[in-house]
């Protein structure tokens, strides 16, 4: 291994990839190190990729990528156990270039996006554990693997490493995760034959639909279920955050195994064949759980900086907008010759003026709003489901009295102000 790089980069998902193929374009020599088998084995995601991030970084990759289906409907069910209320926005202007998001197979995509870089000229190194940052004189100055040649040196080190960030916590950029901070997933892809896939959901060849599921998808408790459409499998899965799922006794594969059977849901996937089983933590915590993003000689991108929108579920694009970010600061440094913290913090105000922290900023409340007061998953939602079937049950009551009984449903066992002011709070931490 050559002992001094200009950049190490520590992970090689989404981000990693998108800091390492800046970097190598603009002729700066990277080193990326990564524990898996290669870049996508240690991957997990519904699989929703968000193209004009993408974009940013290889222009029209889609003429190459190894992208799943182009997604042109976006659906939303709020579930009960034999009825959905069903929301969704279908645009096949998404069908042409630029498209707007694609999913994709991680495992696929990641290999290939790894690919580029070293097309590039990044030097990936896989089966790599990164076990520590060198520290001289409170500067990172490299990295310490578990290879018997193990110390490497760099001008840079970015930590790329993913939710856990084990590195950003020894280095005091972060404590531990707490139970409310991220959401524990699973998810299943299921094998079905393409024309099966465009049958159930009225596609055509290589278009795709998204379906968000709330409610009794993940049995009222804060989270959200998914199931995606690929060439030729579907992504089923589940989410929720760990603290109500803990509290709640329930096992994350018996939440799923719950989900695919539902009867809405099982002709859906029905007839299909399980090829993939996954578990992954995802960053929930939000703006306030965001580490410290810049040191003497170390930049932390990605999920492990805790960039994930959950209200939106966009994770990969800020991933990839991060990992740019990271590349367009340390050119600035190169340029300038200087590595210490005041230089490398340019990537906290480039992030601050693009749409990761501003967004972040956004919802800094929203998750917190609702972890403290499970009503808004457990009352609320299947308030309005009722509320929608009485709406639309024709059964001789007057819609005066359907009024009514639908309000008194709302207003059940709580007070009226109490619940005015839920809602008003809720308001407050979304808008
Ligand atoms: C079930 C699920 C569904 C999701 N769905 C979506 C979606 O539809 N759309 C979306 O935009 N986002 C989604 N996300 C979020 C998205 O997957 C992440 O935000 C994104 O993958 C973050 O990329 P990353 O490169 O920061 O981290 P990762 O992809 O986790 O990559 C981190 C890498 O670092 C490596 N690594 C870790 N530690 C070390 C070490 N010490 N040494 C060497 N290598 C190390 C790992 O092996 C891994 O390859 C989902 C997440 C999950 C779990």
């Not at 992970?11 to 800046?22: D, E, F, I, K, M």
């Not at 790894?114 to 001289?136: H, P, Q, R, S």
């Not at 994350?252 to 993939?276: A, H, T």
Request: charge should be positive; charged fraction near 25%.
């Amino acid at each position: 291994m050559v002992e001094k790089q200009e950049v190490i980069i520590v992970g090689g998902g989404v981000a990693g990839l998108s800091a390492a193929y800046t970097l190598a374009k603009a002729g700066v020599q990277v080193m990326l190190l990564e524990r898996g088998l290669n870049s996508g084995t240690k991957n997990v995601m519904g699989g929703v990729l968000y193209s004009h991030m993408m974009n940013e970084i290889i222009p029209e990759f889609w003429k190459e990528a190894p992208v799943e289906r182009r997604i042109v409907e976006q659906r939303m069910w709020l579930m009960g156990k034999e009825s959905a209320t069903q929301a969704g926005y279908k645009d096949l202007s998404w069908n042409k270039p630029p498209y707007n998001n694609f999913t994709v197979l991680r495992s696929k995509f990641d290999q290939w996006f790894a690919k580029k870089c070293t097309d590039a000229g990044v030097l990936i190194v896989n089966e790599t554990l990164v076990t520590d940052c060198i520290i001289k004189e409170n500067k990172v100055v490299g990295v310490r693997t578990n290879r018997p040649d193990g110390d490497l040196y760099a001008d840079v080190v970015v930590l790329a490493d993913g939710v856990n960030s084990l590195l950003s916590k020894k280095l005091g950029f972060h404590k531990e995760l707490k139970a409310n901070q991220v959401a524990i997933a699973v998810m299943e892809l299921i094998k079905l034959p393409a024309e099966k896939i465009e049958d159930r959901f009225n596609l055509d060849k290589e278009t795709g639909a998204t379906i968000e599921v709330y409610g009794e998808a993940t049995k009222n408790m804060m989270g959200t279920s998914f199931i995606y459409t690929n060439k030729e499998h579907i992504s089923i899965g589940c989410g929720t955050l760990l603290s109500a799922l803990s509290k709640s006794k329930i096992k994350p594969y018996e939440l799923l195994e719950s989900f695919k059977q539902n009867p809405l849901v099982r002709p859906l996937i029905s007839g299909g064949e399980s090829s993939e089983y996954y578990a992954h933590l995802i960053p929930e915590g939000g703006y306030n759980s965001i580490p410290r993003l810049a040191g003497d000689g170390v930049l932390v991108i990605g999920d492990a900086a805790q960039l994930v929108n959950g209200i939106h579920r966009e994770g990969s694009n800020m991933a990839m907008t991060s990992g740019r970010l990271a590349a367009e600061t340390i050119l600035q440094a190169r340029r300038l010759g200087e590595y210490d913290e005041r230089a490398l913090s340019v990537y906290k105000s480039m992030l601050n003026g693009s749409y990761v922290l501003n967004d972040m900023r956004k919802y800094k409340n929203t998750v917190h709003v609702m972890e403290n007061n499970p009503a808004y998953f457990n009352f609320y939602l299947p308030a309005v489901s009722q509320a929608i079937k009485e709406l639309l049950n024709v059964d001789g009551k007057t819609k005066r009295e359907k009024q009514w009984i639908i309000l008194k449903q709302f207003f059940k066992g709580r007070s009226k102000l109490k619940a005015i002011w839920e809602f008003i709070k809720l308001g407050k931490a979304m808008l």
